[in-house]
């Protein structure tokens, strides 16, 4: 292959810009949605092993520093360096308050955004969100559930008819939240963005670690019903359960950095288990920055469960009356960004089943060199020049059914 084809990156994320609810919230929910607040001071850990600003009016200590903070009811969060790890702030700690001045302009604004996915040879992008977290557990956590709902609908309808609309068709791909706290709110809420073309949800990994039913109980199912006839795929990122693994309290961060994949892992059994896909049988699902490598692993083992059944789970063919395995092709994606043995291992993965991802603004972002990362990937893993197109862009395609976007080929 002469040149690796334009990047569809299915996980990237938008730092929300700071009038985004002001704009849009009814004018009495002004003094309680959320807004930015600049403030001075700096991040302590308290003496429960808790972050905390601290408002420093008298200037006096050297790590104090100006920044924004979102403010939303009892909610106050400084944004952090962690957020958009790219370009000015690069070098700072994750947690390092800072404010929009500092941030690469691609994190928070459409125009600069598609500026650097040209830079970086990036077609489309699916973008996941900052303030609300990676599945709306911001809005969850909220004790007025009206103000909630009103906010999960403004960020949907700014995603698709602002950041997805005007320059940002058919380069950037609308991801839409649901009220989690609601099942029938949630269908609701699929069906509405879907007319407004949106096809793509952000959902909890594992919702129990968020305090909801599992996807084993059914409270989900008119959510996967909504999900299955409006062709809207279920996306969940790491994180997505407010829960990353670790090993101790005093474990240094590299322990959950390397553990990331867990929980991904746990969602990815639990759904071939659950019997959902075989209920909602033309339902897509996507985990997003889980890697890949661990995927034939899983598979194997819940294939052999699944032939044994009688040994574990009598009712396991009743609920999946195929294999584990035969409900991952076209259904079960997972997108890498350096996942190198997984790439090797493609065939055994499923290589229909692989995307890939930019990650931008976090760093676990190569921008602006990502093609050059995906190159080396490619070329370590001996794809041919089909199986690169369908890595870097035909398996998003697919998935997200990204014609509807005038993205064919």
Same mark, same amino acid.
């Given at each position: 292959?002469?040149?690796?084809?334009?990047?569809?990156?299915?996980?990237?994320?938008?730092?929300?810009?700071?009038?985004?609810?002001?704009?849009?919230?009814?004018?009495?929910?002004?003094?309680?949605?959320?807004?930015?607040?600049?403030?001075?001071?700096?991040?302590?850990?308290?003496?429960?092993?808790?972050?905390?600003?601290?408002?420093?009016?008298?200037?006096?200590?050297? &790590?104090? *520093?100006?920044?924004?903070?979102? +403010?939303?009811?009892?909610?106050?969060?400084?944004?952090?360096?962690?957020?958009?790890?790219?370009?000015?702030? *690069?070098?700072?700690?994750?947690?390092?308050?800072?404010?929009?001045?500092?941030?690469?302009?691609?994190?928070?604004?459409?125009?600069? *955004?598609?500026?650097?996915?040209?830079?970086?040879?990036?077609?489309?992008?699916?973008?996941?969100?900052?303030?609300?977290?990676?599945?709306?557990?911001?809005?969850?956590?909220?004790?007025? &559930?009206?103000?909630?709902?009103?906010? +999960?609908?403004?960020?949907?309808?700014?995603?698709?008819?602002?950041?997805?609309?005007?320059?940002?068709?058919?380069?950037?791909?609308?991801?839409?939240? =649901?009220?989690?706290?609601?099942?029938?709110?949630?269908?609701?809420?699929?069906?509405?963005?879907?007319?407004?073309?949106?096809?793509?949800?952000?959902?909890?990994?594992?919702?129990?670690?968020?305090?909801?039913?599992? =996807?084993?109980?059914?409270?989900?199912?008119?959510?996967?019903?909504?999900?299955?006839?409006?062709?809207?795929?279920?996306?969940?990122?790491?994180?997505?359960?407010?829960?990353?693994?670790?090993?101790?309290?005093?474990?240094?961060?590299? +322990?959950?950095?390397?553990?990331?994949?867990?929980?991904?892992?746990?969602?990815?059994?639990?759904?071939?288990?659950?019997?959902?896909?075989?209920?909602?049988?033309?339902?897509?699902?996507?985990?997003?920055?889980?890697?890949?490598?661990?995927?034939?692993?899983?598979?194997? *083992?819940?294939?052999?469960? /699944?032939?044994?059944?009688?040994?574990?789970?009598?009712?396991?063919?009743?609920?999946?009356?195929?294999?584990?395995?035969?409900?991952?092709?076209?259904?079960?994606?997972?997108?890498?960004?350096?996942?190198?043995?997984?790439?090797?291992?493609?065939?055994?993965?499923?290589?229909?089943?692989?995307?890939?991802?930019? @990650?931008?603004?976090?760093? @676990?972002?190569? /921008?602006?060199?990502?093609?050059? &990362?995906?190159? &080396?990937?490619?070329?370590?893993?001996?794809?041919?020049?089909?199986?690169?197109?369908?890595?870097?862009?035909?398996?998003?395609?697919?998935?997200?059914?990204?014609?509807?976007?005038?993205?064919?080929?």
């Amino acid at each position: 292959m002469t040149e690796l084809p334009r990047i569809i990156s299915v996980d990237d994320h938008i730092v929300e810009p700071p009038t985004l609810w002001t704009d849009r919230l009814p004018s009495k929910y002004l003094d309680r949605g959320p807004r930015v607040e600049r403030h001075y001071g700096y991040q302590n850990w308290d003496a429960g092993g808790k972050l905390e600003f601290v408002d420093d009016d008298r200037h006096d200590n050297p &790590k104090s *520093r100006w920044c924004d903070h979102w +403010v939303y009811d009892d909610l106050r969060w400084p944004v952090q360096a962690g957020y958009a790890a790219l370009g000015p702030v *690069r070098g700072l700690e994750a947690m390092t308050p800072i404010s929009y001045d500092e941030m690469l302009p691609g994190a928070h604004d459409q125009a600069a *955004r598609i500026a650097d996915m040209d830079l970086n040879h990036v077609e489309a992008s699916l973008c996941f969100p900052t303030i609300p977290r990676f599945c709306g557990q911001t809005f969850l956590e909220r004790e007025d &559930k009206e103000l909630a709902l009103l906010c +999960v609908q403004a960020f949907n309808d700014w995603m698709i008819d602002d950041w997805c609309g005007g320059a940002g068709a058919g380069r950037l791909i609308p991801l839409t939240l =649901i009220p989690l706290w609601d099942a029938e709110l949630s269908a609701a809420e699929i069906r509405r963005c879907a007319d407004k073309g949106s096809h793509a949800i952000a959902f909890s990994e594992i919702p129990p670690y968020l305090g909801l039913p599992s =996807i084993h109980s059914g409270y989900w199912d008119p959510v996967f019903a909504a999900c299955e006839e409006t062709e809207t795929v279920v996306n969940m990122h790491i994180g997505s359960g407010s829960k990353l693994t670790t090993t101790s309290a005093d474990a240094p961060i590299a +322990v959950w950095c390397a553990l990331t994949a867990q929980c991904a892992q746990s969602a990815f059994v639990d759904w071939l288990t659950s019997g959902k896909l075989a209920q909602f049988a033309t339902l897509k699902i996507a985990f997003s920055e889980g890697q890949v490598g661990w995927i034939p692993f899983m598979t194997e *083992r819940l294939d052999s469960i /699944w032939e044994r059944y009688d040994m574990y789970d009598m009712q396991m063919r009743e609920r999946i009356p195929e294999r584990p395995s035969s409900y991952i092709p076209g259904r079960v994606y997972g997108c890498v960004f350096d996942d190198a043995f997984g790439m090797v291992n493609r065939d055994a993965v499923g290589m229909s089943q692989i995307m890939f991802e930019v @990650d931008y603004p976090h760093a @676990d972002s190569a /921008w602006p060199h990502s093609r050059e &990362k995906a190159e &080396k990937l490619v070329a370590a893993a001996g794809m041919s020049e089909r199986e690169i197109w369908q890595f870097v862009r035909g398996n998003a395609i697919e998935c997200y059914n990204l014609g509807q976007f005038g993205i064919t080929d």
